[in-house]
């Protein structure tokens, strides 16, 4: 081996010892090699570019600007957008009828449902459609998002190798003419017998034994959201939940809530209005008041009953009503110590009128407050459940003299209008894909819709990208542009084909899936073809072997390998929200890559001639 080789391995090797030791996170390994790389090449060493070229050094970040980076960016941005409307929580709400709260259903569901969306839409965008969903799923189940993400990106991987539409697949398929000499490229459908047995196997294995194999690790403090049923519950809103019908005669109807004074003069919490089967933010200033409107109030009842004089006809709500309407939340907000508003009250500091947050209830010393929330003189410790749009969330989250502890999703309902148009946009981006146009193209216009329509604000875009996966591809990039330009990854092939040769079509199937497997796992599923597909496809003519089912062989396996999150972006997509370690990937993943790699092995001769 050259000194650029060893140079590569050990770059390689040393951060993914770090990270499998927990001695260092993902990104940042990914952005110490990127960084490693390109300072040997600036200093001389051919690991970029040629040798003395230090202007290559930049290649070290061209991962930023790469098809899949910009990709990504544009589905998290587009997901998001659903997860706003509540379409993710639909599917989580669907999926738990089914699943209940069995671990084991919902482990193969969710791998099934990703599987099943993975087969008509691009792997990665079905791992970013499902993330919200499963952990909607885990804030009403217990469940740990360990327990459902990991079967979530091997689903769509399963899924995947079904399809024609993985970027693998269409990569390899495109290689197949440029061989020599040219070969039939593949179908639509080739993919589909050979991969959805492996999918099938690989699913029934998840769901046998998934339970048994994934990790428990606790979420990180930002992902442990309550719901709302968890909050009510724990500041006892439901003993102290009315519902008020507005009467024909009563003197509220034409008057926002603001304008009733309902708060100000009673002390009471409303927390939205039901307006036929429509819901209604109390925050509303532009909704007046209509005869058989339905309020939701908070307060003790002597209040409440007041309300009677005013038109209204007062009853305790039913068990398990809906807090939220859409585009709300709660927020849980505690006093620090040196607060300046220690000793204050939410009156004083006009804290709705500022910040568009009702105070619902105050937690003190053991105890939840539900009524005169807002005249409490406030102390430190002192923690308050708050209700409000989920635009002027960034008020509170800057507020100096308060800490929000947690926030919940908005509740269950579906904006179903917003939803359809999101979709729209996403399936007209993907449309525009199969058309021709670059993915990356066609994706980063679906998102600027998303903004133009007014769907999302520019804020809300920047927060819903995922940076720490962004760094992480981006920065793995850079290691796969290292091992083409050494070399290193032509000489592992060859090596690779040479061992195999002398055990037949087989045997080269075999190789096939050791080499694509092995690469895919430091390059990527995405990545790895290009520079495996050309070796395979060779090795097959060269051998007589059917070269369609060696590059249908070459593309599976670059879906099916599961050992470390670098192999495909949306295992880097799991790791943040479910806490996951470099080494939860290979305990998980090690043995659903031998049982689909058996699995193929039967495949292969049975739908192909070889």
């Known amino acids: 081996m050259t000194f650029a080789q060893l140079y590569v391995v050990a770059v390689l090797v040393i951060p993914l010892t770090l990270v499998f030791m927990n001695r260092l996170r993902e990104d940042v390994a990914a952005l110490l090699m990127a960084i490693a790389l390109g300072l040997a090449q ?18 070290a970040l061209t991962g930023f600007g790469t098809p899949e980076v910009i990709t990504l960016m544009a589905l998290f941005i587009v997901t998001t957008c659903l997860d706003k409307y509540g379409a993710t929580r639909w599917i989580a709400s669907k999926l738990l009828a089914i699943g209940g709260k069995s671990e084991r259903r919902l482990i193969a569901l969710f791998a099934l449902t990703a599987a099943l969306l993975s087969l008509f ?60 000499p040219p070969q039939q490229s593949l179908g639509v459908l080739d993919f589909t017998p050979t991969g959805g047995l492996v999918g099938i196997a690989g699913l029934i294995f998840l769901a046998l034994f998934g339970k ?117 939340l709660f927020a849980e907000v505690i006093v620090p110590p040196r607060s300046n508003i220690e000793g204050k009250t939410l009156q004083e500091l006009t804290f709705r009128t500022q910040y568009g947050f009702t105070a619902i209830a ?35 989250k800057n507020h100096p003299d308060i800490v929000v502890m947690e926030t919940t999703s908005n509740g269950s309902g579906i904006n179903g209008r917003k939803v359809a148009l999101t979709l729209a946009i996403g399936i007209s981006a993907l449309i525009a894909m199969f058309a021709g146009i670059p993915a990356e193209l066609a994706m980063i216009s679906g998102a600027l819709l998303v903004l133009l329509t007014g769907l999302m604000k520019p804020e809300e875009a920047y927060s819903a990208i995922k940076w720490r996966a962004i760094f992480l591809i981006a920065g793995a990039i850079s290691v796969s542009v290292g091992m083409v330009q050494t070399g290193l990854a032509q000489m592992i092939g060859d090596a690779v084909v040479s061992f195999v040769t002398p055990f037949g079509p087989l045997g080269l199937v075999a190789g096939t899936y050791v080499l694509s497997a092995t690469l895919t796992q430091i390059m990527g599923g995405q990545i790895s073809p290009l520079v495996v597909a050309p070796i395979t496809i060779s090795a097959a003519i060269r051998l007589g072997v059917n070269p369609q089912a060696i590059a249908v062989t070459t593309a599976i396996s670059g879906s099916i390998s599961f050992i470390t999150p670098l192999s495909h972006p949306v295992n880097i997509l799991m790791i943040a929200p479910a806490n996951y370690r470099f080494s939860d990937f290979v305990k998980s993943g090690w043995l659903l890559t031998i049982i689909c790699f058996i699995m193929l092995m039967i495949a292969v001769p049975l739908f192909w001639t070889l």
């Not at 189940?141 to 899924?159: E, F, H, Q, V």
């Not at 024909?248 to 209005?273: F, H, P, R, Y």
């Not at 109390?282 to 007041?306: C, F, K, N, S």
């Open 42 to 59: 600036f200093l001389g060493l051919g690991v970029l570019g040629p040798p003395n070229t230090p202007d290559a050094a930049s290649n």
């Open 121 to 180: 839409m691009n792997t990665l965008a079905a791992g970013a459609l499902l993330l919200p969903s499963a952990l909607d799923a885990c804030r009403r189940t217990g469940i740990k998002p360990s327990k459902l993400l990991i079967p979530i990106a091997y689903g769509t991987m399963l899924g995947g190798a079904a399809t024609y539409l993985t970027t693998a697949n269409i990569v390899v398929s495109g290689l197949l003419p440029l061989a020599n």
């Open 362 to 396: 105050l937690w003190r010393d053991q105890r939840s407050y539900r009524t005169d929330v807002g005249t409490f003189a406030l102390h430190t410790g002192d923690t308050l459940l708050l209700m409000g749009p989920k635009d002027k969330l960034p008020l509170i």
């Open 212 to 328: 048994f194999l994934l990790p428990d690790r606790e979420p990180p403090s930002f992902e442990q959201f309550p719901s709302g049923d968890q909050l009510s519950k724990t500041y006892n809103l439901q003993e102290r939940l009315w519902e008020a019908t507005v009467r024909a005669d009563s003197s509220l109807i034409d008057k926002s809530i603001n304008e009733t004074q309902i708060g100000e003069t009673l002390g009471l919490a409303v927390l939205g209005i039901r307006h036929k089967r429509r819901a209604i933010p109390a925050y509303d200033v532009h909704y007046h008041l209509q005869a058989g409107d339905v309020l939701l109030i908070v307060g003790r009842e002597e209040r409440v009953i007041q309300l009677e004089s005013s038109g209204l006809n007062i009853q305790p709500a039913p068990e398990n009503t809906a807090y939220e309407t859409q585009g709300t």
